[in-house]
Structure formats: structure tokens, C-alpha cells
């Protein structure tokens, strides 16, 4: 039997509501996998956290992150609790920072019955690979501001982290069928080298990594374009990698082209540590109306059992990633099953019970 220590930090919002589910789910992969145990244990961060606690990262969860096998997390922050210089409360960046989580893995997949805010609803499926710990992000908490007259942030492009996060890349495209359009293995660097030397800098280090990497396919796309591209042409792409600004926008924009937020999963990894959440946050707007969708969450602990799986060299741990995706998909074909955000009326648990009962048909 295989134990698994796994650090859950539901948050603030909908977090504990979705996290709920992908628990569930879990449980159910036990249930279906008698090999594999899931030791969860819950740790508090985030706004309320901070509220009750004056800190929005406890010592003891930031050690729990460090010494546990993965962390699932939820959402974290709140609108009307902040720090006294006015800034959210967002302990899931700190972490990324801190654990060094450098690379930032958001697949932006359609599954079949949900709608794509694009013509056809076309079967998409790319990974965009964000820089997590650099680029205009690498300013937060660091840049200047002079008086009221003059602010600056900047950009920071070092060659060790673009060529670890170019490298994770081109290994995500290797572990991947290529593109839907042509099955081409393929990597895509979204930059703004025309304009930017950190940016000209960025692309220069990108053909550098390409070069280990022969049989897969390499381009260029100014993010601008991009943002074009992926609306015009979503199936021409395989794997994309951006540093962390450019990374976060496009990658919105990929989880509005297949059903929104609720369906989009997340990983941010080290060479060590893995922490997996959903891209949304914690929707206050739906928080505690049982509405919410749990499928970016339980997508996340997918993602989750696939890295620990390769991590640990567990093939039932792959197993039971690929029986999790295949519920997902057997739910979400399902329209009763679909959200509000799908445009459907289903609660939150009752999409994390078919999940979970999905899990037991799938293997
Ligand atoms: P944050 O600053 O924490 O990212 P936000 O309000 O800017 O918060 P989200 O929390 O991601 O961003 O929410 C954006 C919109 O998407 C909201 O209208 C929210 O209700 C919706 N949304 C986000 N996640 C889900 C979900 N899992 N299910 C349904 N709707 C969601």
C-alpha cells in the first residue's frame, strides 16, 4: 500500500466548497485503487485565516508544504480583508515564491458537451506553460513608486529560470500526442521580442533549449498576435510558454475558450514541490450557494496524482489520474450534470458525486 501525504488548504470562498468535491473524488479513486491511500490533512491560509490569525500563511502550513508529498489548494482571499497597505491577501503566490513552483502548468482542454465561447465549439487542447516566479510578476512587493507622479515595475528575465521553464515545456510536448490540427509535436514561444529585450532575451534562450530537443517543432508569437491566434486558430497549438505576465493573461483567455474558469485546472511545480489548484478564485459573487463548479478543482488533484505518478513512479497513481479524467469527461457529457457557469442547474456536490461515481465505471 502506498501513502500518499497530501496538504489540503481549502481557503477562503468557494475554495472549501469545491475542495469538498475533489476530497470526494479522491476518496473514490481509493475506493477503485486499494493500492493507493491518500493521507489529507487540512492546513489553513488566506484571508480568513489572516483575519482570525494576523498571519495569512501559518508557519505550520508553510512546513506542511514543504515536507508533504503535494498540495492541493483551493482558493484564497476576499475583497474586504486586505493587508493594511491596501494589497489582497494571495498566500498561494507567496508560495509559488517561496517553494520555488517555477513552472506554471494550465492545460486548456474542451471536454465534449460543454460549450466553447468560439464558433463550433472546436476540440481544443493545448498546455500553455507560464514562468511563475519571474518576469513583471518578479516586481511584486518590490517596485517603486515616487510620490504620485512616477511608479515602476520590472521586468526579470534571468537565463537559469527561462531555460528551466523552456525545457519543462518541450518535456510536457514530449509526454503529448502534438497539436489536434496535425498531431505535430510542437512549442510555441509567446513573447514580446520586438519590442522588449528581456522579451528578445526570452526568445533567444528559447531556440537555445529547442535545440535538445530535435524532434519537436518550434515558432514564435508576439502575445498580442496571440491572443488573436488562440481565438482564430485554437487547434494549430500543442504547448505554448510565456513568462509570468503574458502566461497569466493568455491563460485566461485559453480557460474562456473551453467552458470558463470552473473547468480550468492548474499546476504549479518545482523540481521538488507541487502545489495544484484550480485557475479561478474565490468567487465571492457565488460563494456559499452550493453553485459553484468543482470540476477546476477536481481536475487540479488530477493533475496532482499524474505528477506524483511520475515523481514517485507509481503506475497506479497514473491509473488512477486517467480513471479521474475519464469521469470527468463521462460527467461532463452529461448536461445535467453542467453548472450555472455551464449554463446548467446542477449543484456543486451533485457534480462531485457523479464524478465520483463515474470513477467506478471507468476502469
Ligand atoms: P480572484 O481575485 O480571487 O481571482 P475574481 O472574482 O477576480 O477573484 P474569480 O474568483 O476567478 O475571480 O471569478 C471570476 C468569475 O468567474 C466570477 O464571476 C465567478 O463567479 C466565476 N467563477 C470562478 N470560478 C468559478 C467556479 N468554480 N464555478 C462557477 N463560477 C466560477
Not at 277 to 299: F, R, V
Request: with cysteine; glycine share 10%; aromatic share 6%.
Amino acid at each position: 500500500m502506498a501513502t500518499y501525504r497530501i496538504i489540503v488548504i481549502p481557503g477562503d470562498g468557494i475554495g472549501p466548497e469545491v475542495m469538498a468535491e475533489a476530497l470526494k473524488v479522491l476518496r473514490a479513486a481509493e475506493a477503485n485503487f486499494p493500492g493507493l491511500r491518500f493521507e489529507c490533512k487540512e492546513y489553513r491560509a488566506g484571508a480568513l485565516c489572516y483575519k482570525e490569525t494576523e498571519t495569512d500563511l501559518p508557519a505550520e502550513t508553510l512546513e506542511a508544504c514543504r515536507t508533504g508529498d503535494a498540495i492541493l489548494f483551493g482558493s484564497t482571499g476576499d475583497p474586504s480583508i486586505r493587508f493594511p497597505d491596501g494589497t489582497e491577501i494571495a498566500p498561494q503566490l507567496t508560495l509559488r515564491f517561496v517553494l520555488d513552483l517555477y513552472a506554471g502548468i494550465r492545460p486548456i482542454k474542451r471536454y465534449a458537451g460543454v460549450p466553447s465561447a468560439l464558433a463550433g465549439d472546436p476540440a481544443i487542447d493545448y498546455v500553455i506553460m507560464r514562468e511563475n516566479v519571474e518576469g513583471l510578476y518578479a516586481s511584486r512587493g518590490a517596485g517603486v513608486k515616487v510620490g504620485e507622479q512616477v511608479a515602476v515595475d520590472n521586468m526579470v528575465i534571468t537565463r537559469q529560470g527561462t531555460e528551466r521553464i523552456v525545457r519543462y515545456a518541450f518535456r510536457i510536448a514530449q509526454g503529448r500526442q502534438g497539436a489536434v490540427r496535425d498531431k505535430v509535436r510542437r512549442v510555441t514561444c509567446v513573447d514580446k521580442a520586438n519590442v522588449l529585450k528581456s522579451m528578445a532575451f526570452f526568445r533567444q534562450i528559447f531556440y537555445g533549449v529547442a535545440k535538445e530537443f530535435p524532434g519537436i517543432q518550434t515558432e514564435h508569437a508576439y502575445v498580442d498576435a496571440m491572443t488573436m491566434y488562440m481565438v482564430q486558430r485554437p487547434l494549430h497549438y500543442d504547448v505554448m510558454v510565456a513568462e509570468n505576465m503574458f502566461g497569466d493573461i493568455i491563460s485566461d483567455l485559453g480557460a474562456g475558450t473551453v467552458g470558463g474558469l470552473g473547468v480550468a485546472p492548474s499546476a504549479d511545480v518545482g523540481d521538488t514541490l507541487g502545489l495544484f489548484q484550480p485557475s479561478h478564485g474565490t468567487a465571492p459573487d457565488i460563494a456559499g450557494k452550493g453553485i459553484a463548479n468543482p470540476i477546476a478543482q477536481i481536475l487540479s488533484a488530477r493533475m496532482m496524482l499524474e505528477w506524483l505518478a511520475d515523481r514517485k513512479k507509481d503506475a497506479q497513481l497514473a491509473q488512477a489520474a486517467r480513471a479521474i479524467e475519464a469521469a470527468v469527461e463521462q460527467t461532463l457529457a452529461d448536461r445535467r450534470n453542467h453548472t450555472a457557469d455551464l449554463g446548467g442547474t446542477a449543484k456543486t456536490p451533485a457534480v462531485g458525486d457523479a464524478v465520483a461515481a463515474a470513477i467506478g465505471r471507468t476502469d
